[in-house]
T-cell receptor
Framework: ETGVTQSPTHLIKTRGQQVTLRCSSQ?????VSWYQQALGQGPQFIFQYYREEENGRGNFPPRFSGLQFPNYSSELNVNALELDDSALYLC?????????????FGQGTRLTVV | AQKVTQAQTEISVVEKEDVTLDCVYETRDTTYYLFWYKQPPSGELVFLIR??????QNEISGRYSWNFQKSTSSFNFTITASQVVDSAVYFC????????????FGTGTKLQVIP
């Protein structure tokens, strides 16, 4: 196990609702990245938080937002859920945002929007 | 722009056979990192290997080996004497120094090892 924990593991929401997913980073890690993995696809980068600030974002609309807390845990919030938001959401933690630092992934939250 | 292509969608092999998973990448950066991850049904991405763009040495780790060739932009992964536990989806990924850890993944290759 990597020490990165995500909650909940599964979630069902209705279109138009809002959802919050949580990630506890590995001890000593100050950077968290979030990914969306649709069924049968590779993970897509959503954004990254480093020391409580967003320092990179992929091609996702503003209704995808996040937070990082002083203990470096993180939340991913998605507003106005759409059916296409159904996916596995993965978070990864690392000790810094540099390209050569290793990232460790959690087991993900599987979100189903109906 | 970065791109990772894994042309093999699904592969089935009989246990103890060798299998090679292909990965071709595109990037304009001269410094970058390549990765392979394994994703079992539980969903967690398991790190297998990291290679930087300046190190073209091939690597062997137990039953796993990797062949990195910059000339063809390929980073192929071979499992020798496959086992049922190797059944999973395997992702090749590319990370370039964009100031944050954006990793570009391929679409994955689903490997099924039949006993």
């Amino acid at each position: 196990e990597t020490g990165v924990t995500q909650s909940p593991t599964h979630l069902i929401k209705t279109r138009g609702q809002q959802v919050t997913l949580r990630c506890s980073s590995q001890s000593g890690h100050n950077t968290v990245s979030w990914y969306q993995q649709a069924l049968g696809q590779g993970p897509q980068f959503i954004f990254q938080y480093y020391r409580e600030e967003e320092n990179g974002r992929g091609n996702f609309p503003p209704r995808f937002s996040g937070l990082q807390f002083p203990n470096y845990s993180s939340e991913l919030n998605v507003n106005a859920l759409e059916l296409d938001d159904s996916a596995l959401y993965l978070c990864a933690s690392s000790n810094g945002p540099a390209v050569n630092t290793e990232a460790f992934f959690g087991q993900g939250t599987r979100l189903t929007v109906v | 722009a970065q791109k990772v292509t894994q042309a093999q969608t699904e592969i089935s092999v009989v246990e103890k056979e060798d299998v090679t998973l292909d990965c071709v990448y595109e990037t304009r950066d001269t410094t970058y990192y390549l990765f392979w991850y394994k994703q079992p049904p539980s969903g967690e991405l398991v790190f297998l290997i990291r290679r930087n763009s300046f190190d073209e040495q091939n690597e062997i780790s137990g039953r796993y080996s990797w062949n990195f060739q910059k000339s063809t932009s390929s980073f192929n992964f071979t499992i020798t004497a496959s086992q049922v536990v190797d059944s999973a989806v395997y992702f090749c990924a590319l990370r370039a120094p964009e100031g944050y850890q954006k990793v570009t993944f391929g679409t994955g290759t689903k490997l099924q090892v039949i006993p």
